[in-house]
T-cell receptor
């Protein structure tokens, strides 16, 4: 099956700093990538949908200036959490979909802890 | 709007016994249906999907699910549970139309298989 990687798997940062998370599709071209946020023992909350070469579409309540998403190539999307605060601490998961692939393939997730 | 309901937050079953994790959905038209499993601090792993055809879908690790259109259900089943099946299970639905193929997840069911 299609493989999606995320980097880093775990990051700890100080409040006020920015953190970038990468999501890569390793063996297929991802025309669409999705970013989710998950709180402990809860479901995945869709944050935004990004199509290669265009601006991301954010879900209601998600601050686009705080969570910057870039999808500059068919294999890479990045999520930058700007001026991170402790309440941004969460598990962030990306997924990718493309071409004839009608389903999403998920990355392993990134655990962000903001001190 | 589409929605997914997993009515049980927690399911406990003894090892060797059959297990069922329930899922019902609400969507216009015929959806794509998915089951994913998540282990602690990991991303989602794909188990199985229903696209079309046979209502009984067989997936990874001995899991299967039955699509019931009249009851709008897609319950996950396994004939004989293993302790290693203990994890968080998510049902998800995606529309057949639209390039974004957005997934809507249920709230998740924590499965615990007791030795």
């Amino acid at each position: 099956g299609a493989v999606v990687s995320q980097h880093p798997s775990r990051v700890i940062c100080k409040s006020g700093t920015s953190v970038k998370i990468e999501c890569r599709s390793l063996d297929f071209q991802a025309t669409t990538m999705f970013w989710y946020r998950q709180f402990p023992k809860q479901s995945l909350m869709l944050m935004a949908t990004s199509n290669e070469g265009s601006k991301a579409t954010y879900e209601q309540g998600v601050e686009k200036d705080k969570f910057l998403i870039n999808h500059a190539s068919l294999t890479l999307s990045t999520l930058t959490v700007t001026s991170a605060h402790p309440e941004d601490s969460s598990f962030y998961i990306c997924s990718a979909s493309g071409g004839y692939l009608y389903e999403q393939f998920f990355g392993p997730g990134t655990r962000l802890t903001v001190l | 709007a589409q929605s997914v309901a997993q009515p049980e937050d927690q399911v406990n079953v003894a090892e060797g016994n059959p297990l069922t994790v329930k899922c019902t959905y609400s969507v216009s038209g015929n959806p794509y249906l998915f089951w994913y499993v998540q282990y602690p601090n990991r991303g989602l792993q794909f188990l199985l999907k229903y696209i079309t055809g046979d209502n009984l879908v067989k997936g990874s690790y001995g899991f299967e699910a039955e699509f019931n259109k009249s009851q709008t259900s897609f319950h996950l089943k396994k004939p004989s549970a293993l302790v290693s099946d203990s994890a968080l299970y998510f049902c998800a639905v995606s529309p057949r139309v639209g390039s974004a193929r957005q997934l809507t997840f249920g709230s998740g069911t924590q499965l615990t298989v007791l030795p």
